[in-house]
């Protein structure tokens, strides 16, 4: 079936540390992926975008990579601090899909120790 | 610039009744796409409208509708509630290439609860 994976237990790391996430997703070839942030009660914020035919983006201390052959983006959280604790999701748009235009992840829950 | 808004921010229903959500825009966005956000499914997307005209539509029955206006506000529809619709359904706004192609801004959400 059609699907994105997220680490689907909560991810607990120490401050200052880098948290890494990953998104696999099987079935599609997306020409985009988006990474999100979600904080309770609240809707997501758009935190990055990466193209098919780019590698790696980054922005501050944010930083996304993005393998179409293994199938799967990476996502980056450097010198973590605890204000970066919420869910991260990502979502992508795959280049040939039926009726499941922009699918989501579950998402991933980041806790950054102080 | 003013967020992305959307109304009600709660709505209480009961089985059977239909509930009509609206979202309005970030000024000068044409693009507007409606999600469902359920603990069990996840977000998951419903439909896609640009410039009054639905672009894209998730898999979702045809109790759930939309439409969007000339000034790009949207509503959604949802007729004959279930249980099942029970959820937070939140909208976003992009400029209007694709959803998933640019920066998509989205609102708090309508928490819907049906009974």
């Known amino acids: 079936s059609q699907k994105i994976e997220q680490n689907s237990e909560a991810l607990n790391i120490q401050e200052g540390k880098t948290a890494t996430l990953t998104c696999n997703y099987t079935?599609?070839?997306?020409?985009?992926l988006q990474w999100y942030r979600q904080d309770p009660g609240r809707g997501p914020v758009f935190l990055l975008l990466?193209?098919?035919?780019?590698k790696e983006k980054r922005k501050e201390r944010l930083k996304v990579t993005f393998d179409t052959t293994l199938k799967q983006s990476l996502f980056h959280i450097t010198a973590s601090q605890p204000a970066d604790s919420a869910t991260y999701l990502c979502?992508?748009?795959?280049?040939?899909?039926?009726?499941?235009?922009?699918?989501f992840g579950t998402g991933t829950r980041l806790k950054v120790l102080a | 610039k003013a967020g992305v808004t959307q109304t009600p921010r709660y709505l209480i229903k009961t089985r059977g009744q239909q509930v009509t959500l609206s979202c309005s825009p970030i000024?000068?966005?044409?693009?507007v796409s409606w999600y469902q956000q359920t603990p069990g499914q996840g977000l998951q997307f419903l439909f896609e409208?640009?410039?009054?005209?639905?672009?894209n539509k998730g898999n979702f029955p045809g109790r759930f509708s939309g439409r969007q206006f000339s000034n790009s506000r949207s509503e959604m529809n949802v007729s004959t509630l279930e249980l099942g619709d029970s959820a937070l359904y939140l909208c976003?706004?992009?400029?209007?290439?694709?959803?998933?192609?640019?920066?998509?801004?989205f609102g708090p959400g309508t928490r819907l609860l049906v009974l």
């Open positions: 976003a706004s992009s400029q209007g290439q694709g959803a998933m192609q640019e920066t998509q801004y």
């Open positions: 079935n599609y070839s997306p020409a985009y």
């Open positions: 990466i193209r098919e035919n780019e």
């Open positions: 979502a992508l748009e795959p280049l040939a899909s039926g009726t499941y235009k922009y699918i």
């Open positions: 000024s000068g966005h044409r693009s």
């Open positions: 409208y640009f410039s009054e005209t639905q672009r």
